[in-house]
């Protein structure tokens, strides 16, 4: 939204809008409140929505990747797009490949986010057991061609590539693709307009998958609080009478985004280490169930209609070490040279995290945490 406001009232070059970091965070602020107010309504708006959501980005997505390249005055060539490697170190002070390489996993699990949300709303569809990984499943594959596609789009359409990190360009540095687009149609047009509205296509996907993160967080909330898992469980787990969504949950979510996404009015570092944490926190506990399904006993494993059979030990063991490698890979500076402004402080976050988490578990949770709350009858089959 920063992007579009500042391409269309003029760019860095003609005097643009570029919104201050307090106006920044206050339309982010405003669209948490949105994202919650829709959450707080019955689950049959957030499906709706939805639907929406998901021909937005087909058919949008497929606009963007098709036409940007044929907009583009020249297009690079297939050497340039899968040979050519560029680190950029005047931007980001990194000129290893290899350590370059390990950085650039960051971006393929941002883009992989999201599929994990219909496992959080499968006591809320009917024939889970099935519906729930054909939703996993069908995520992965519409995210990895339409992300991979996107990728290749932008590539391919790169007019100067020493051009869109220049700090004195349209979009002043700030935002590689949003140049890369405003190139294509300004090379082609010598005007913003297009650009604005890829942006906004854009835009419109970013704002379905804050809805749709939002709903998930809040299911989290709630399934934990319903195993007392978290402090003042019996609020955050109650359910609205009338819309039957956890509405408390939701809210709760809401204010936590607010309240992370203050450190960015002062200090980039605190944001940064949040992201970088929260990251780790979602991919990483991944790790403990694949792991113990890698170590368990087939015996003691009853399979669903979804079973990898055969496959199942190679496939868990490949998904549990690429875990650990991205986890890692997210503890890393992303700038340098390091200093106080470029360090990642998600390492010592998360061993403060850590440490308080344990010991409030050795003092306390232990003692009344008797882990998830059977909410079904197995003998009868009445909940």
């Known amino acids: ?23 920044f965070l206050c339309m982010y602020m405003g669209f948490t409140v949105i994202w919650a107010v829709l959450n707080s309504f019955a689950l049959q708006v957030i499906a709706f929505l939805d639907i929406i959501s998901m021909w937005w980005q087909v058919i949008g997505g497929l606009v963007v990747i098709v036409m940007l390249p044929l907009v583009a005055p020249h297009t690079q060539s297939a050497s340039f797009v899968f040979t050519h490697f560029e680190t950029s170190p005047e931007a980001t002070g990194i000129s290893s490949k290899p350590y370059a390489v390990i950085l650039s996993v960051l971006l393929s699990n941002y883009c992989l986010y999201g599929y994990d949300t219909a496992a959080h709303l499968t006591e809320e569809t009917k024939g889970a057991d099935r519906t729930g990984p054909i939703a996993i499943l069908s995520s992965i594959g519409m995210v990895s061609v339409f992300g991979w596609a996107y990728y290749l789009a932008l590539t391919f359409s790169i007019q100067d590539f020493n051009y869109l990190y220049d700090v004195n360009n349209e979009t002043a540095g700030a935002l590689v693709p949003a140049q890369i687009i405003f190139d294509a149609f300004h090379g082609r ?30 299911r989290v909330v709630y399934a934990l609080s319903r195993d007392n898992g978290i402090p003042f469980s019996p609020i955050w787990r109650r359910i609205h009478p009338k819309y039957k969504v956890p509405t408390n949950a939701v809210w709760l979510c809401a204010a936590i985004s607010i309240i992370l996404g203050l450190p960015i009015l002062k200090l980039d570092v605190v944001f940064t280490a949040i992201i970088s944490i929260s990251t780790i926190g979602w991919v990483g506990g991944y790790a403990i169930p694949v792991f113990a399904r890698l170590v368990m006993a087939e015996k003691n494993f009853k399979p669903g209609p979804f079973y990898l059979g055969r496959a199942r030990r190679p496939i868990c063991l490949v998904a549990f070490l690429w875990i650990c490698y991205t986890c890692s890979a997210f503890l890393l500076p992303t700038l340098y040279p390091i200093q106080l402004k470029t360090f990642n402080y998600a390492p010592i976050a998360i ?7 344990m010991l409030w578990w050795a003092f306390d949770a232990r003692k009344w945490f008797k882990g998830p709350v059977r909410n079904i009858d197995l003998g009868n089959g009445h909940s």
Do not use: D, E, P
């Open 351 to 357: 061993g403060i995290f850590m440490t308080l988490i």
């Open 189 to 218: 047009y010598h005007n913003s307009t297009g650009a604005v509205v890829f942006l906004c296509i854009t835009w419109g996907s970013y704002f379905f998958c804050g809805l749709s993160v939002t709903t998930s967080a809040a």
């Open 1 to 23: 939204m920063q992007m579009i406001i500042f391409l269309a009232t003029g760019n860095n070059k003609g005097g643009g809008y570029f919104a201050s970091r307090g106006v």
